[in-house]
């Protein structure tokens, strides 16, 4: 990351968007961007190219466009290229923010879609709260970017060897009775193991993960929904809603409801 103070950035101005590129209709940045630009490919493979370098960005990758580039992105066939795109940290002539490479995903994490998918829904919804929660799962984007770019090959190893049932974590939160044993299962290991290679990747137990998941969908479900707390426990996976109330007011500092109220 080029500039410590890139949170600053995201206070300004974020764009999220969906868009189709046509093989013979590339699109050409005649003038230097004055944003950087993180993007999702949902469909299709695409070509971007800067200063005679090309690159294809494939289908279930992310890439990344620093601010200051003259490029062009265009759809690697006949077929197009759909994306979902997130622009922010606008400033024109500063230096870029995140300094990562073009293609920044190693395949070694999951989840990035599903991060993408919620940011455009949020964005477009424009309920109360929206930028709030835009810029969260933005962080969470980027976190996850520098994460796994930080990866060592030993650290690869480990992470794909419990990825199946990191996925199962992410997929079940919502049941109260989901144990760990069943994501190590998932990964083909027993539990003890599992624990032991989470912890080493990822600097955390299983359980402990498993709790910040909930309580930060809940976060969002306060920020993003009409529901209740109660309801939202529920929807969380927490027994009652005294205990997500609990684990929330200990995470965040206040109640769910003076949270909510706080940030509307």
């Given amino acids: 990351m080029n500039d410590p103070n890139f949170l600053y950035a995201l206070d300004e101005r974020i764009l999220v968007f969906k868009h189709t590129l046509d093989y013979s209709n590339p699109y050409t940045a005649t003038v230097p961007r004055n944003h950087e630009s993180l993007f999702f490919v949902l469909n299709g493979n695409l070509v971007y190219e800067k200063q005679g370098k090309r690159e294809v960005v494939k289908k279930g990758e992310v890439g990344y466009i620093e601010r200051g580039s003259l490029d062009t ?11 979902i795109g997130v622009n ?6 500063a230096a870029p923010l995140l300094g990562l490479d073009t293609l920044c995903t190693k395949g070694f994490f999951s989840g990035y879609e599903e991060l993408f998918k919620r940011l455009l829904k949020v964005y477009n919804a424009k309920m109360a709260g929206y930028l ?15 994460g ?7 650290d690869i190893g480990k992470t794909k060897k419990i990825q199946k049932g990191i996925e199962l974590i992410q997929k079940r939160f919502s049941d109260p009775d989901f144990k760990i044993s ?10 003890k193991q599992f624990r032991r290679l989470f912890f080493e990747a990822h600097g955390e137990n299983p359980c402990a ?4 998941y909930r309580l930060e969908q809940g976060r969002l479900l306060l920020l993003n929904s009409g529901y209740g707390i109660s309801d939202i426990a529920e929807m969380c996976g927490f027994a009652d809603v005294y205990g997500f109330s609990h ?3 200990a995470r965040f500092g206040l109640s769910p409801a003076k949270w909510r109220e706080s940030s509307v």
């Fill in 73 to 83: 992105s265009g759809a690697a066939d006949l077929s197009g290229v759909t994306y």
């Fill in 88 to 93: 922010f940290g606008f400033d024109e002539g």
């Fill in 132 to 146: 709030m929660v835009t810029k969260g799962i933005l962080l969470q984007i980027i976190g996850m970017l520098y």
């Fill in 148 to 154: 796994e770019g930080a990866l060592t090959e030993k």
């Fill in 182 to 191: 069943e994501a190590a299962a998932a990964s083909g290991l027993g539990t």
């Fill in 209 to 212: 993960y498993l709790s910040e």
């Fill in 247 to 249: 684990s929330f007011k």
